[in-house]
């Protein structure tokens, strides 16, 4: 079931998700070579608990292997899921950020790729387009259209670029749960999907490679990795369809 929120509950949302804006903006300006993935995992934890809001990863999944982090910090050729630990970035490389906070039970959910260094254009087009379609995304995201047109505008954004747009992982809804119905693939499916309405939150993050779109999960049983070794990247927003249009909740 899709549930609407209300002014209030946005609200709340919206605290969750400026807590990891903010979060984000401290991994940013403080990813640099030589740092632990581990290092900016606890920057992160300290920042989200000062905050009076709690890390939504840390613990979460199966209970036999459950998140031991409060970020996923994938690297590269991983797209999403990395697990922080001792590993230094190193120059040049991709850093795909995600962040997650609950605060009064309220969830907010985004993402960032950060480029250590001086990256190749093929790089730098890579991050910047997923970015670009994350934010076609969100310019969908209106309403009266349709689920589909959100995933429609991803889609479009990425596909000139030539570029795998995963999709074993989609975006979903968010709000008491940080995976809530409805699933958001990021390309086409032949569905229109339901008719957005205000009260409707989404977290909207297209993951973009270099080759193709196959991903398969390494035996962490957390970190997924491009099945071809290309690189990739991965942007999120939460945002909540309004009646004056999309509004991102994870930002500062
Ligand atoms: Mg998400």
């Not at 230094?88 to 850093?95: E, K, L, N």
């Not at 969830?107 to 790729?113: E, F, N, Q, V, Y």
């Not at 076609?136 to 795998?164: F, H, Q, R, T």
């Not at 193709?212 to 962490?220: A, F, I, R």
């Amino acid at each position: 079931m899709v549930t609407r929120k209300s002014r209030r509950e946005i609200e709340k949302m919206r605290v969750a998700g400026r807590i990891v804006a903010e979060v984000l903006a401290l991994v940013e300006s403080e990813v640099k070579p030589g740092i632990s993935t581990a290092q900016l995992d606890r920057l992160a934890e300290r920042h989200i608990r000062s905050a009076g809001a709690v890390p939504s990863f840390l613990g979460y999944g199966h209970r036999s292997n459950p998140f031991p982090a409060s970020l996923c910090i994938s690297l590269d050729d991983e797209v999403v899921h990395g697990i922080p630990g001792e590993r230094q970035i190193r120059d040049g490389q991709i850093v795909s950020v995600d962040a997650g906070a609950i605060y009064d039970g309220w969830h907010g959910d985004g993402a960032r790729s950060f480029i250590v260094g001086t990256p190749s254009d093929e790089v730098k087009n890579l991050v910047d387009t997923t970015r670009l379609a994350m934010m076609a995304g969100i310019a969908a995201a209106v309403p009266g259209a349709n689920l589909g047109d959100i995933s429609g505008a991803i889609e479009d954004a990425a596909a000139p670029g030539g570029y795998g747009i995963v999709r074993q992982f989609v975006g979903h809804g968010i709000g008491t749960e940080m995976h809530q119905e409805p699933q958001l693939p990021n390309y086409r499916t032949g569905v229109r999907g339901m008719k957005l309405v205000p009260g409707i939150c989404l977290a909207i993050e297209p993951m973009l490679t270099l080759g193709g779109h196959e991903v398969s999960v390494k035996p962490d049983g957390w970190t997924v990795v491009t099945t071809d070794g290309s690189l990739a990247a991965h942007f999120e927003h939460t945002i909540a369809v309004t009646d004056d249009g999309p509004e991102i909740l994870t930002r500062i």
